[in-house]
């Protein structure tokens, strides 16, 4: 019986000894890649380019969903609704600000900032995890950090949102193991220890056969 249970823990503390090992080493190349960024400016100029940058991510984003179907507006139930409805308004989904209760409209975008910053249209606080949204941002539990990889050529379709600020950032992806950890907003410089809310970009098809 001595041999066995040498063997079982044998068998285990390689393993764990993996996972740990694995933490480590993402922490510190975080740690590495901040400081190159970072060291060699002022923390003005380094406000100043990564507002910049921010703007620009912003400015020339593209939609990361194809548009509304025509038929999908043409063919819904109400001819009142219909008439007011373009892809435009309708989005990619919705998401209900759990302070003032506004339906501020959805657009996932590609790149870095999958839905910009999100803030409500009526007053102004960011999305945080007591709001409701619609399927394409699918609240994400904390511990889940294994999903499957992206399909080739496709953006990973997790993200998390600064508490400060409410800007959007995508989340990495190490094979299948996702990162929302030692990320530093890139709009407002607050760093994440892995407690910005966290979601899963879903399908937008629901909502847009149903927006109402
Ligand atoms: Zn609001
Ligand atoms: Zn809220
Ligand atoms: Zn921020």
Redesign the pocket.
């Known amino acids: 019986s001595i041999f066995s249970s040498y063997r079982v823990s044998g068998f285990f503390s390689p393993r764990l000894n993996t996972t740990t090992e694995q933490f480590d080493t993402r922490t510190s190349t975080d740690g590495a890649r901040l400081s190159i960024l970072t060291a060699p400016q002022s923390r003005a100029s380094r406000d100043n380019s990564r507002t910049t940058s921010v703007k620009d991510a912003l400015r020339f984003a593209l939609p990361a969903e194809l548009p509304t179907e025509p038929y999908l507006i043409l063919e819904n139930k109400y001819p009142a609704l219909r008439a007011l409805r373009t892809d435009v308004d309708i989005g990619d989904g919705l998401w209900i600000c759990c302070h003032c209760h506004h339906e501020n409209i959805l657009r996932h975008w590609k790149g870095p900032f999958p839905f910009k910053y999100l803030r409500c249209d009526h007053c102004d606080r960011q999305l945080c995890s007591e709001c409701h949204s619609s399927e394409v941002l699918t609240p994400w539990p904390v511990g889940m950090i294994s999903a499957p990889r992206p399909a080739p050529g496709r953006e990973v379709r997790y993200c998390h949102v600064?508490?400060?600020?409410?800007?959007s950032h995508r989340a990495e992806m190490a094979g299948t193991t996702l990162d929302f950890y030692g990320v530093t907003?890139?709009?407002?410089?607050?760093s994440s220890y892995g407690d910005w809310p966290r979601y899963h970009i879903g399908s937008v098809e629901p909502y847009r056969r149903d927006p109402d």
């Open positions: 600064c508490t400060e600020c409410g800007l907003c890139a709009g407002c410089g607050t």
